[in-house]
């Protein structure tokens, strides 16, 4: 592993850090104005399913988008927390019998298993509520229209329209292989979404030009992809202890993928190609996009 690989694993590593002291400051005990009381299960369902680890890669992303455009760090934060919110309720409510019916997630007891079902489903209920909440705050230092376009934003990527329908698509799938197109839809929409907002939050915290937003959502949309063409890469490659959580799933549900659909070469080949793809869209940044383009090889070479 070379100096530079290590230098942006360490930024990856104190952005997860710094993300988690967010969250588990917002995921206190105390309650906040016009709040009546926090249940002291669902807190502690909420943060089992939230403080457990990870890299954090969403509101990386987030941060350093917001960064490369000039954007405020502290409200960059704030939304990568949010955003960290929705991602760990519908990982939350993935895990359930209903959904994917996973006992681990990042090496620990899923929160159905560690609680009950009923409480899993309500920590992901409120964990998605919260999101939009941390946006909103006053403690968020951004303009109110930067707000509003960050809650439609998130909503479009969250809703039925991006992750959920896309975990609809996903159960679909188990019945009926999609074909190709198909395949490609559910991605964009179930894993694809929440990765392509969070490059565009920050171009959406920084104010920034409607072409530097367009640029980043592309970015999003291509590292997206990647990932989700690595994450079944390790399905059929890596092991449940390297990756904290089941693997072998998708074919043991018959559930189509483009790896299935292509094989490990051709897959292989794809990511390389979407890095280059992801770089040539930041090019006009110079240097200033070298952390956004290390991610991208990150997202496609990790290994859990």
């Known amino acids: 592993m070379d100096s530079k690989t290590i230098s942006f694993e360490n930024r990856l590593k104190e952005n997860a850090t710094e993300v988690e002291a967010l969250l588990g400051r917002l995921l206190a005990d105390s309650c906040q104005e016009s709040e009546v009381v926090r ?5 502690a369902a909420m943060r089992h399913g939230v403080l457990n680890g990870g890299k954090r890669l969403r509101p990386f992303l987030v941060i350093e988008s917001s960064a490369l455009l000039g954007g405020n760090h502290e409200a960059a934060l704030r939304i990568g927390g949010a955003l960290e919110c929705v991602h760990c309720y519908s990982l939350v409510h993935d895990d359930l019998p209903a959904m994917d019916d996973d006992d681990l997630r990042r ?3 899923t929160v159905h298993i560690a609680f009950d079902e ?7 209920d409120s964990l998605l509520t919260y999101a939009f909440d941390i946006i909103a705050a006053p403690e968020t230092d951004l303009a109110a229209d930067r707000k509003v376009e960050l809650v439609l934003a998130l909503s479009r990527a969250a809703g039925i329209g991006g992750m959920a329908g896309g975990q609809a698509l ?7 292989t999609p074909d190709e197109q198909g395949i490609l839809t559910l991605q964009a929409m179930k894993t694809g979404a929440l990765i392509r907002f969070a ?3 920050g171009a959406i915290i920084a104010g920034a030009t409607a072409e530097d937003r367009l640029r980043l959502r592309q970015f999003g949309e291509k590292i997206g992809l990647a990932f989700q063409i690595a994450d079944d890469l ?4 890596a092991d449940a202890a390297t990756m904290g959580k089941a693997t072998g799933k998708d074919a043991a549900h018959g559930k189509g993928t483009l790896v299935a659909l292509h094989g490990q070469e051709w897959a292989e080949s794809r990511l390389a190609q979407l890095i280059d793809e992801a770089g040539a869209l930041l090019a006009p940044y110079g240097e200033k996009a070298v952390v ?3 991610t991208a090889r990150f997202v496609a070479n990790r290994r859990n």
């Open 292 to 294: 956004l383009i290390d």
């Open 107 to 109: 090496g620990q007891p």
């Open 199 to 201: 490059c565009e939050a």
């Open 118 to 124: 009923a409480s899993a489903i309500l920590a992901g």
């Open 39 to 43: 249940p002291s299960n669902l807190l």
């Open 170 to 176: 996903d159960l679909a799938a188990e019945k009926k």
């Open 234 to 237: 390790l399905d059929i490659t």
